[in-house]
């Protein structure tokens, strides 16, 4: 207790946790948020995770801090405290520095993706090979219902779905994705595509009975968002599939192919479906060759 008192009692450390309860950020994009220089955010960075309150996950050679579990004590007060950071002085301003950090992600992974769409499925595939897992994906979709693809792309899965399903519709965020994808398609009347963001999908609640997001998670800027709205859109008892990169230390994606994160460990994607309001989750490797990199298969149901 007097170590987590002894962090806490600082208004900028304060404000740090406020910032990081909504999400993960690296220091340099901290600094931005709470304009303060980097030593300074690195000092508070460092007794907040002394004090168990923040954890460090290494992505390559970046480090994103978040909402940490180490201490028990922050965590059983970690309701009511949330609710007073709300009425911090500075809290709107930083809101708003979030929000424009989280945008700027957004709007980078928007502008590669329109201005690469044509070649995307080839840029994909040699730059990151991965193991056949399409089929494994596939065997998972439930008949008769009605399947979301989120971030179709140029729309390679759609056909497969369309074959198990009654009615798919499919999601991108991207205009000149969508456009491949129409022509790749042709008139398929049983598939429909709709312009969207991963964290608003252009669907009601419970409106699909499963939704799938093929090698999409770690192109979100918010992947713990993003599987939020998914399970929004899920009906009760419905299918969530994903399929998505193991971690990895391929720093290039960043820029080569607007890779957000460089995958996820299954402790991690275990913890957001769960805590997301998802039961039987099953996390399953595929390992790849050499030169490839390893694929996780999450299944996993809506309470």
């Known amino acids: 207790m007097l170590d987590l008192f002894k962090a806490l009692a600082d208004p900028c450390r304060l404000r740090l946790v406020a910032v990081l309860l909504r999400g993960e950020f690296t220091v340099q994009e901290l600094t931005r948020i709470m304009g303060m220089g980097q030593s300074r955010i690195s000092r508070h960075l460092k007794i907040l995770a002394e004090a168990g309150v923040l954890s460090v996950k290494r992505q390559g050679t970046w480090s994103y801090y978040r909402i940490g579990e180490a201490n028990a004590f922050f965590g059983a007060i970690r309701a009511a405290f949330e609710r007073e950071l709300e009425s911090l002085p500075n809290r709107q301003e930083d809101l708003a520095a979030q929000a424009q950090v989280?945008?700027?992600?957004?709007r980078r992974s928007f502008e590669f993706f329109d201005r690469h769409a044509r070649q995307w499925d080839d840029l994909a595939r040699t730059l990151l090979p991965v193991p056949e897992y399409q089929e494994r994906l596939l065997s998972e979709v439930p008949g008769g219902s009605t399947v979301l693809e989120v971030g179709v792309g140029t729309g390679g899965l759609l056909p497969e779905l369309a074959a198990r399903a009654e009615r798919v519709i499919g999601v991108d965020h991207s205009p000149a994705m969508l456009e491949e994808a129409r022509h790749r398609l042709n008139g398929t009347g049983k598939i429909e595509l709709r312009l969207g963001e991963m964290t608003?999908?252009?669907?009601?609640?419970?409106?699909?009975?499963?939704?799938?997001?093929?090698?999409?998670?770690?192109?979100a800027a918010e992947p713990v968002a993003v599987l939020k709205e998914m399970v929004r859109v899920l009906a009760p008892g419905g299918t969530l599939l994903i399929a998505d990169l193991a971690r990895h230390e391929r720093e290039w994606v960043r820029e080569q192919l607007a890779d957000q994160w460089l995958g996820f460990g299954e402790e991690e994607l275990n913890e957001w479906t769960h805590a997301a309001g998802l039961t039987s989750v099953a996390v399953d490797r595929i390992p790849g060759a050499e030169g490839q990199e390893t694929v996780l298969l999450v299944r996993a149901v809506k309470r």
């Open 102 to 106: 989280l945008e700027e992600r957004r």
């Open 200 to 219: 608003h999908l252009p669907i009601s609640d419970g409106g699909a009975g499963c939704v799938v997001a093929n090698m999409v998670l770690h192109h």
